[in-house]
C-alpha cells in the first residue's frame, strides 16, 4: 500500500461495532481527561457506538485534584460508568525531573475519583495505569505477573509508585466493597491530541515532527538517537480505546490487565516507515554515541486478547492517521499540539 496515496478513515479500519448491554446507551458515563491523546480516543469510540450521554468535565471546570469539588460532582451527577484517563503524564526527562509534582497529583488524582466513584454507587469504573509500573529488569514480554517483583526504574519511579497506588485502589475497593472498579496497564500510545512539543513529545510525534520538518525543508538527513536496534511497543490510542470498552463491557474480575500490541518493532523500523508516510526521501542516519536504553520492552497481552480484543490499526495506518491529524490541526507549528510538559514515554 502507497501510505502518501491512500487516504485512511480511521471508520474503515476499526471495524464493526460491538453490542453492549453491560453499556447501556441510557448510561451516564464520565470520561475524565477527554481532552487528552487516550480520553479523546475513548470519547470517539463512545460517539461511534452511539452513546449520548457523556459527562465530560475539563480541568478548569473540575479540578480532579480538588477533593471536595470531585465528591460534589460525583454527588449531582449520578455518574454510572467512569474511565480514568486523567492524569500528570510524562516522559523520562520531564517525570525525573519533577517527581513531587508527579507522584502528588497522580495519586490524588486516583485517590479522589475512586473514593467518590465509591461514595456515590459507581456501577463500574475503569482506571488508567501505565507499564511504567513494572519493575526496571522485567522478563519479556511482560506479564501482570511481575508487578512489584522487583525495584522500579528510578527516572519514573514516583510516576510508577502513584499508578501502582492506583490500581491498588481499585483491587482493595473491590475486594472490600464489591465495588467492579478495574484496571488496565497500557503500554506506549500515539493517535490523534498527542502531543507535538519539539523538546517534550513521546517518541511517536517527536520523531513524526523531526521527519516532516526534514521533509518540508528539503534537509538530506535526519538523525535518530541510538543504534536503532532498540524494540518497543507501540499501540494507536483507538485500538486502546476499543480494548478499554472490551474491558468495561465483558471483564468483572479484580486482577488488572496489561494492553497492548504484544508485538514490538526496532526503532529502526519505525524510523523508516515514518520516513515513508512523512514522504521524506532523505538518510536516515543512527547515532550510535547516545544511549539506546533497555533492549527490549513489550507486554504479554494474552489476558485482554482472550477477551476477544485484537488490535485492528498497524503501526504503518495509525502512523499515516496521526500524520493527517497533525497537518490538519497545525499541530506541528501552533501551539495546539505542543503542550509542554511531555517527553519520551519510552
Ligand atoms: N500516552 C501514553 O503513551 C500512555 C501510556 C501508558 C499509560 N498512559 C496513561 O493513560 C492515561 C491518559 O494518558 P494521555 O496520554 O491521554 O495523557 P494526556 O494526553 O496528557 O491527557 C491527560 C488528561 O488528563 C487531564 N488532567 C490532568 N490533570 C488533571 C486535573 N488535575 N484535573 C482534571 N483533569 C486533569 C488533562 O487535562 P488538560 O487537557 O486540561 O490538561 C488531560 O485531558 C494516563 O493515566 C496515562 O498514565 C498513557
Same mark, same amino acid.
Given at each position: 500500500?502507497?501510505?502518501?496515496?491512500?487516504?485512511?478513515?480511521?471508520?474503515?479500519?476499526?471495524?464493526?461495532?460491538?453490542?453492549?448491554?453491560?453499556?447501556?446507551?441510557?448510561?451516564?458515563?464520565?470520561?475524565?481527561?477527554?481532552?487528552?491523546?487516550?480520553?479523546?480516543?475513548?470519547?470517539?469510540?463512545?460517539?461511534?457506538?452511539?452513546?449520548?450521554?457523556?459527562?465530560?468535565?475539563?480541568?478548569?471546570?473540575?479540578?480532579?485534584?480538588?477533593?471536595?469539588?470531585?465528591?460534589?460532582?460525583?454527588?449531582?451527577?449520578?455518574?454510572?460508568?467512569?474511565?480514568?484517563?486523567?492524569?500528570?503524564?510524562?516522559?523520562?526527562?520531564?517525570?525525573?525531573?519533577?517527581?513531587?509534582?508527579?507522584?502528588?497529583?497522580?495519586?490524588?488524582?486516583?485517590?479522589?475519583?475512586?473514593?467518590?466513584?465509591?461514595?456515590?454507587? %459507581?456501577?463500574?469504573?475503569?482506571?488508567?495505569?501505565?507499564?511504567?509500573?513494572?519493575?526496571?529488569?522485567?522478563?519479556?514480554?511482560?506479564?501482570?505477573?511481575?508487578?512489584?517483583?522487583?525495584?522500579?526504574?528510578?527516572?519514573?519511579?514516583?510516576?510508577?509508585?502513584?499508578?501502582?497506588?492506583?490500581?491498588?485502589?481499585?483491587?482493595?475497593?473491590?475486594?472490600?466493597?464489591?465495588?467492579?472498579?478495574?484496571?488496565?496497564?497500557?503500554?506506549?500510545?500515539?493517535?490523534?491530541?498527542?502531543?507535538?512539543?519539539?523538546?517534550?513529545?513521546?517518541?511517536?510525534?517527536?520523531?513524526?515532527?523531526?521527519?516532516?520538518?526534514?521533509?518540508?525543508?528539503?534537509?538530506?538527513?535526519?538523525?535518530?538517537?541510538?543504534?536503532?536496534?532498540?524494540?518497543?511497543?507501540?499501540?494507536?490510542?483507538?485500538?486502546?480505546?476499543?480494548?478499554?470498552?472490551?474491558?468495561?463491557?465483558?471483564?468483572?474480575?479484580?486482577?488488572?490487565?496489561?494492553?497492548?500490541?504484544?508485538?514490538?518493532?526496532?526503532?529502526?523500523?519505525?524510523?523508516?516507515?515514518?520516513?515513508?508516510?512523512?514522504?521524506?526521501?532523505?538518510?536516515?542516519?543512527?547515532?550510535?554515541?547516545?544511549?539506546?536504553?533497555?533492549?527490549?520492552?513489550? /507486554?504479554?497481552?494474552?489476558? %485482554?486478547?482472550?477477551?476477544?480484543?485484537?488490535?485492528?490499526?498497524? /503501526?504503518?495506518?495509525?502512523?499515516?492517521?496521526?500524520?493527517?491529524?497533525?497537518?490538519?490541526?497545525?499541530?506541528?507549528?501552533?501551539?495546539?499540539?505542543?503542550?509542554?510538559?511531555?517527553?519520551?514515554?519510552?
Amino acid at each position: 500500500m502507497n501510505l502518501n496515496r491512500v487516504a485512511i478513515h480511521l471508520k474503515d479500519v476499526m471495524g464493526s461495532l460491538k453490542v453492549f448491554s453491560t453499556l447501556t446507551h441510557d448510561a451516564r458515563i464520565f470520561v475524565a481527561g477527554h481532552r487528552g491523546l487516550v480520553g479523546s480516543a475513548i470519547v470517539r469510540r463512545l460517539k461511534a457506538y452511539g452513546f449520548t450521554n457523556l459527562v465530560l468535565r475539563t480541568r478548569s471546570e473540575l479540578d480532579l485534584l480538588d477533593q471536595a469539588a470531585v465528591r460534589d460532582f460525583f454527588r449531582e451527577q449520578r455518574i454510572d460508568f467512569v474511565f480514568v484517563c486523567a492524569a500528570k503524564v510524562g516522559g523520562i526527562l520531564h517525570n525525573s525531573l519533577h517527581q513531587a509534582d508527579f507522584i502528588y497529583e497522580n495519586l490524588m488524582i486516583s485517590a479522589n475519583v475512586i473514593q467518590a466513584a465509591a461514595l456515590y454507587d %459507581v456501577k463500574k469504573l475503569l482506571y488508567l495505569g501505565s507499564s511504567c509500573i513494572y519493575p526496571k529488569f522485567s522478563p519479556q514480554p511482560i506479564p501482570e505477573e511481575a508487578l512489584l517483583s522487583g525495584p522500579l526504574e528510578p527516572t519514573n519511579e514516583g510516576y510508577a509508585i502513584a499508578k501502582i497506588a492506583g490500581l491498588k485502589l481499585c483491587e482493595k475497593f473491590y475486594k472490600q466493597y464489591g465495588k467492579c472498579f478495574i484496571s488496565v496497564m497500557p503500554t506506549n500510545m500515539y493517535g490523534p491530541n498527542d502531543n507535538f512539543h519539539p523538546d517534550h513529545s513521546h517518541v511517536i510525534p517527536g520523531m513524526m515532527r523531526r521527519f516532516h520538518q526534514a521533509a518540508r525543508g528539503g534537509a538530506s538527513s535526519v538523525t535518530v538517537w541510538g543504534t536503532g536496534s532498540p524494540r518497543r511497543e507501540f499501540l494507536y490510542a483507538d485500538d486502546f480505546a476499543e480494548a478499554a470498552l472490551t474491558v468495561m463491557e465483558n471483564y468483572n474480575e479484580a486482577e488488572f490487565l496489561n494492553v497492548g500490541t504484544g508485538e514490538d518493532v526496532p526503532i529502526r523500523e519505525l524510523a523508516f516507515t515514518m520516513a515513508q508516510v512523512v514522504g521524506f526521501k532523505g538518510e536516515i542516519v543512527f547515532d550510535s554515541s547516545k544511549p539506546d536504553g533497555t533492549p527490549r520492552k513489550v /507486554l504479554d497481552v494474552s489476558k %485482554v486478547k482472550s477477551l476477544g480484543w485484537e488490535p485492528r490499526i498497524s /503501526l504503518e495506518v495509525g502512523l499515516r492517521l496521526s500524520y493527517e491529524w497533525a497537518l490538519q490541526t497545525d499541530a506541528f507549528t501552533c501551539s495546539a499540539g505542543a503542550r509542554d510538559t511531555q517527553s519520551s514515554h519510552v
